[in-house]
């Protein structure tokens, strides 16, 4: 067989570059369908999230009853705790979970978005200052807190 | 009367431009994870500074060639070039994540996005660089940035168990949700933090700026020996703020406002708006810190004409770069990327790079020709020839232990 | 060169090269990129020149980098690869830890660069030419 002349076999290695790179990108749109531990370990660290987050827009809220807080700053940090936790929980969603996983999967997923209808409320709560609202909610919000910690604890 | 003045003034521009983005992120992350657990390395972190920006400014004061000249005239050409481009890209990665500081900070004070504050953030921090004279730069946001003692305030008031702080921290003693990688990813990020290339090219480069003579030493080592350990106070306390109020409620840092949030539950209103005027003078002035370590570094390695106490036509190229790096800086941060998360990557590669400033400069304060009678004694050369290991451990375990950690995230 | 005027001894590689170049004011005009040497008819060899710039750093650079440098120059500044823009020894008046000069840094002709940012970028801008204030 005839070697192929430099530039052709340059070329193939280039596909060859172009294909692996492409098969490693494409692979990060496949839904992952992790084993029990990696679940287990991400549901973990959801929790973690929400946890940090539920209990950031607690704070927020229990300052700004005791006018402790200024509203630029509350609503500043308002948003990016929303955004972590729909970062969060769309990550945890996108996941499948081994079949003997359920109940963790609802309880992850339910908890999360618990907590981001909560914290979406609590933003409108400020925005309109409605002062009334600030501490049941935050009541709320440390309650599913608790519970998302204690299940956090669990699975170490 | 006027000496004990201006004394006083180096020391407290010293304190207050100490934290610059990097410090006031990492300890709070670490303090709202870790405790007091890291304390040792904040600890570490300000003595190695400290001890390299006394060499870094005893070469200047007695040479009065700052610190990349050295490199270059140490290295030769070659060596010098790749140790340009090293450290100059974790410099631009600092300036980048300083100025997204100020626009973060900008974002607390008024809710308006971020990425408003951005464009004019920039143009403000080069109008600065081009219009003001150094010494103003150094004084004016080092002042400022005392407004940070907020922090030592509120620790204070929240009323923490001392003696339980001090043995978290005397013992390392790591809470057990968190894993030892883990644990060192941070502690290489905050001494990364703590002992920021640029800070020494800017000290250093300051020096050629206020023209400083071998008379000047007391005065610059008084600067350093009591301003340097006092601004790691302020790191320690926002660290410890985060741990006495962030760390048992299950709060781990990502954000300026968490880093604030002690401060709201110890002084209200009036403690937060303070904190936002530290955070916004600390960026503020590290930002224009790190542009102007961008020009000194490439002038110096070229020999062009650089510094401020000369027209900006008079120093053409050295004003282009800066007017380049600070446009570049803009365009990153309108990606939209998070500040925060480059503030993460540029204490991490800090850490890589320290070997890459600090090496050279131990080289020639030993170097008995250049410095006279001045060179290294025994104390900085002991302390400097230590610094050097824990320097190449730290760089050579940062980019593994990023890897594996996930940047602290497993 | 006319008259290199033999001097002390010294080593050109160590106090010489990559040494900053400062003119008879103290202001700044390049790095001493790469000497230029003759050697005389009794043996000895002495330094008759400074050679600085683009076209001097190049060749020490080295490799894909220093080759970029050297022809990125020679285009730029119009001049041939191999000669480097350069100070005659004679204006080299005494060399501690940089290398003073007895010209001013205008009467040289060795920031090509340095004019044209100057003329092209900075002096566009306003208030270049003031003090900072």
Redesign the interface.
């Known amino acids: 067989m005839r070697p192929a002349y430099p530039a052709a076999r340059a070329r193939r290695v280039y596909a060859a570059v172009a294909a692996a790179l492409l098969a490693v990108t494409l692979s990060g749109c496949i839904p992952a369908t992790p084993d029990a531990d990696t679940y287990r370990d991400k549901a973990e660290?959801t929790l973690?999230a929400g946890?940090?987050q539920t209990?950031?827009v607690a704070?927020?809220l229990r300052?700004l009853h005791?006018?402790?807080?200024?509203?630029?700053?509350a609503?500043?940090?308002m948003r990016?705790?929303q955004g972590?936790l729909d970062t969060a929980s769309t990550a945890f969603n996108e996941l499948t979970g081994p079949a003997q996983l359920d109940d963790l999967t609802r309880k992850v997923s339910s908890w999360m978005s618990d907590a981001q209808t909560k914290a979406d409320d609590a933003r409108t709560a400020i925005e309109r200052g409605n002062r009334g609202e600030y501490l049941p909610l935050a009541k709320e919000l440390t309650s599913l807190?608790d519970k998302m910690?204690k299940l956090e604890k669990s699975l170490? | 009367m006027k000496k004990i003045l201006s004394l006083a003034l180096g020391i407290l521009t010293a304190i207050g431009g100490f934290v610059d983005i990097g410090d006031l992120v990492t300890n709070a992350q670490v303090g709202s994870r870790f405790g007091m657990s890291l304390a040792w390395v904040v600890v570490l972190g300000v003595i190695g500074i400290g001890v390299f920006s006394e060499m870094s400014g005893r070469v200047v004061a007695v040479s009065g060639r700052p610190t990349f000249d050295v490199i270059r005239e140490r290295l030769g050409p070659r060596a010098a070039m790749a140790n340009l481009v090293g450290s100059v890209a974790v410099t631009l990665l600092t300036y980048i994540a300083e100025i997204g500081g100020v626009a973060l900070a900008l974002?607390?004070?008024?809710?308006v996005y971020e990425y408003f504050w951005v464009p004019f953030t920039a143009a403000a921090i080069w109008f600065v660089l081009w219009r003001a004279k150094f010494n103003i730069i150094e004084n004016a946001f080092g002042l400022l940035g005392l407004a940070l003692i907020v922090f030592s305030v509120a620790l204070w008031q929240l009323g923490p168990d001392w003696s339980q702080m001090l043995s978290n921290a005397v013992t390392a003693d790591k809470p057990d949700?968190e894993a030892w990688p883990t644990y060192f990813y941070y502690a290489v990020a905050l001494f990364g933090a703590a002992m920021t290339p640029y800070e020494v090219f800017f000290f250093s480069s300051g020096g050629v700026e206020e023209k400083w003579s071998p008379s000047f030493l007391p005065t610059m080592r008084a600067n350093v020996l009591i301003g340097f350990p006092l601004g790691g106070l302020l790191s320690l306390s926002i660290a410890g703020c985060a741990a006495v109020t962030l760390l048992p409620?299950?709060?781990?840092v990502?954000?300026l406002?968490?880093v604030?949030?002690p401060v709201?539950?110890a002084l209200?209103?009036i403690g937060?708006?303070i904190a936002?005027l530290g955070f916004f003078a600390a960026t503020f002035g590290a930002a224009c810190e790190t542009g102007l370590a961008v020009g000194y570094s490439v002038g110096q390695y070229f020999g062009w004409q650089w510094g401020k106490f000369f027209r900006p036509r008079e120093a053409a190229r050295f004003h282009a770069v800066i007017l380049v790096s600070t446009v570049l800086a803009g365009l990153v941060l309108l990606t939209t990327v998070d500040p925060i998360m480059v503030t993460e990557f540029s204490v991490v590669f800090s850490a890589l790079a320290l070997p890459l400033t600090y090496l050279p400069i131990l080289i020639v304060a030993n170097d008995r020709d250049y410095m006279g009678r001045h060179h290294n004694k025994w104390l900085a050369n002991t302390l400097g020839s230590i610094y050097l290991v824990i320097v190449l451990v730290a760089s050579i375990a940062a980019l593994p232990l990023m890897i594996w950690t996930k940047m602290g995230?497993a | 060169m006319s008259d290199p005027t033999p001097r002390e001894p010294f080593n050109a590689n160590e106090d010489l090269l990559d040494r900053q170049i400062l003119d008879k004011d103290g202001l700044m005009v390049a790095k001493v990129d790469d000497v230029e040497i003759e050697q005389l008819d009794d043996g000895r060899v002495v330094v008759t020149g400074l050679l600085t710039g683009p076209g001097a750093l190049g060749p020490r650079l080295g490799g894909f980098l220093g080759a970029l440098t050297t022809a990125a120059w020679s285009r730029l500044a119009e001049r041939p690869e191999g000669q480097p823009k350069r100070i005659g020894f004679e204006h080299v008046r005494e060399i501690d830890t940089a290398v003073r000069l007895d010209v001013a840094r205008g009467d040289l002709d060795v920031d090509g660069l340095e004019a044209w940012t100057r003329e092209r970028v900075i002096e566009a801008i306003p208030a270049a030419g003031e003090k900072p204030a």
């Open positions: 660290r973690g946890v940090s209990t950031t704070m927020i300052n005791k006018d402790k807080m200024f509203r630029p700053a609503i500043t940090q990016y705790s972590s807190a910690e170490r | 974002e607390l004070g008024t809710s949700a409620a299950g709060v781990s990502d954000t406002g968490q604030a949030l709201v539950f209200g209103k937060l708006a936002i995230t």
